[in-house]
């Protein structure tokens, strides 16, 4: 019992970074919500950018480690992909932003499902805030189905969907992280 609890102890002696994620994506849904349009073009563009610099730095590392990698050629393989992605995406803006609806809907649908999961857990430890985790991972779930049910539809709106999504995440996390706080002190005192 006693290595559970230093264990449990482990996993929720940062909780604070949780809240600190939770604030942020809670400020950028606010953002997002400010300046729709903008927004789009900015995450299209920096998602471009990203697959760019990412497929640059995949190349650089399977090259830099060729002699001590046996499947370096894999990693240079997709490297190069990734780079071709990125000049694509940013070369062409609007299949960039369709690309971007999908890429987010995937990841909202993730992002809520975990924290379906993460209530359910919370729910164990009988802790009294998991019904909210679990309707906020909910409501992520349904706002990702939505973006990718119609994705062209969605290219419109979608920042709505995204600041919705990510002031959702965020509140989440918040509560999430408050419980994890919660629990610490549970366990501090067994």
Not at 44 to 68: A, D, H, M, P, Q
């Amino acid at each position: 019992m006693t290595n559970v609890l230093k264990n449990v102890e482990k996993i929720i002696k940062y909780w604070w970074v949780g809240l600190i994620l939770g604030i942020l994506f809670i400020l950028l849904g606010i953002w997002v919500f400010r300046t729709p349009i903008e927004s789009f073009v900015a995450l299209s563009i920096f998602f471009s950018l990203t697959y760019l610099i990412s497929g640059i730095g995949r190349i650089f590392f399977s090259l830099s480690n060729r002699k001590e990698l046996e499947g370096w050629g894999w990693l240079l393989a997709g490297g190069l992909l990734e780079t071709l992605l990125g000049f694509a995406l940013f070369a062409n803006p609007g299949v960039s932003m369709i690309v971007l609806a999908f890429f987010v809907g995937f990841w909202l649908m993730f992002n809520g499902i975990t924290t379906i999961s993460t209530s359910i857990d919370l729910k164990k430890y009988q802790k009294k805030g998991w019904v909210w985790i679990l309707i906020s991972g909910i409501l992520s779930t349904i706002l990702a189905f939505m973006v990718l049910v119609n994705p062209l539809y969605a290219v419109s709106f979608i920042s709505i969907f995204i600041a919705l999504s990510l002031i959702f995440s965020g509140l989440a996390q918040v509560m999430i992280s408050l419980e994890l706080r919660s629990l610490g002190k549970d366990v501090a005192k067994i």
